[in-house]
C-alpha cells in the first residue's frame, strides 16, 4: 500500500528563528511607531457568530468624520481605512469613533521638520519628553497591546431576565405574537363576512 501525500509534519527550527529575527528588524525599521495599524471592531458574519467580535479591514469613512480624522491623513499615523465599509448600526459607529479618539490621545505624532511643528503634531512638551526617554510614556510595539480587541464570557455575555425586569405588556409575548400573526392571516376573511353581514342586513331592511 503506497503513502499519498507527504504525512510527516515538518519542523524547521531554522524557520523559527529566522521568522523571529525578521519580526524584530521590522520593528526596529519602524521604531518608534507600532508594527501593525489600528483596525476598528466588527462583528463576524452569520447569526451563529455575529456574538463575537473582531478586527475588521479598515475604518470607514463615517467614522473617520465623526472623530475629526481627514482620510488622506488616517493611514499616515497608522489607521487603516476601508472605504468601502458602511456603518449598518449606531452601536458600531460609536465604538469604533471611541476606538480613533483613544488612539489619538495616545498619540505622539512627531513633525515632519524638527522644531517646525504644525497643526495636529504633538506638543513640544511631549516630543522632548519622548526624547528625553521619559519612562511615564509607554511606547506599545504593537497596537493590540495598548487596544486590545476582547470578547465577553459567555457568562457576562448572557443574563437571564426576570419577569419583573421586564416593561409593561410584554410579559406574554408569545401570546401576543400568535394573536398578531392570526390577526394578519385572516384580516381577508374577517373583512369579506363583515361586508357579507352587511349586505344582508342591508337587504332584510328593505
Given at each position: 500500500?503506497?503513502?499519498?501525500?507527504?504525512?510527516?509534519?515538518?519542523?524547521?527550527?531554522?524557520?523559527?528563528s529566522r521568522r523571529r529575527n525578521a519580526r524584530l528588524s521590522k520593528a526596529a525599521a519602524v521604531a518608534p511607531r507600532p508594527v501593525d495599524k489600528l483596525r476598528p471592531v466588527v462583528r463576524?458574519?452569520?447569526?451563529?457568530?455575529?456574538?463575537?467580535?473582531?478586527?475588521?479591514?479598515?475604518?470607514?469613512?463615517?467614522?473617520?468624520?465623526?472623530?475629526?480624522?481627514?482620510?488622506?491623513?488616517a493611514p499616515t499615523i497608522g489607521i487603516s481605512v476601508d472605504p468601502r465599509r458602511a456603518n449598518l448600526s449606531t452601536e458600531s459607529l460609536t465604538i469604533n469613533v471611541a476606538?480613533?479618539?483613544a488612539y489619538r490621545e495616545r498619540l505622539i505624532l512627531f513633525p515632519r521638520r524638527s522644531g517646525q511643528h504644525k497643526q495636529g503634531d504633538s506638543s513640544k512638551e511631549e516630543v522632548g519628553a519622548y526624547a528625553k526617554g521619559d519612562k511615564e510614556i509607554?511606547?506599545?510595539?504593537?497596537?493590540?497591546?495598548?487596544l486590545p480587541i476582547t470578547n465577553q464570557a459567555k457568562e457576562e455575555a448572557i443574563g437571564e431576565?426576570?419577569?419583573?425586569?421586564?416593561?409593561?405588556?410584554?410579559?406574554?409575548?408569545?401570546?401576543?405574537?400568535?394573536?398578531?400573526?392570526?390577526?394578519?392571516?385572516?384580516?381577508?376573511?374577517?373583512?369579506?363576512?363583515?361586508?357579507?353581514k352587511a349586505e344582508e342586513a342591508a337587504a332584510t331592511k328593505k
Open positions: 500500500m503506497t503513502i499519498k501525500h507527504n504525512q510527516q509534519i515538518q519542523h524547521n527550527p531554522g524557520r523559527k463576524c458574519p452569520t447569526i451563529k457568530y455575529n456574538r463575537r467580535i473582531r478586527a475588521g479591514r479598515g475604518f470607514s469613512l463615517a467614522e473617520l468624520k465623526e472623530a475629526g480624522i481627514p482620510r488622506k491623513f476606538r480613533l479618539k509607554e511606547v506599545a510595539r504593537k497596537t493590540d497591546y495598548v431576565v426576570k419577569r419583573s425586569e421586564m416593561p409593561k405588556g410584554t410579559e406574554n409575548a408569545y401570546r401576543v405574537l400568535r394573536d398578531a400573526r392570526s390577526e394578519a392571516r385572516l384580516v381577508g376573511v374577517r373583512e369579506k363576512r363583515a361586508k357579507a
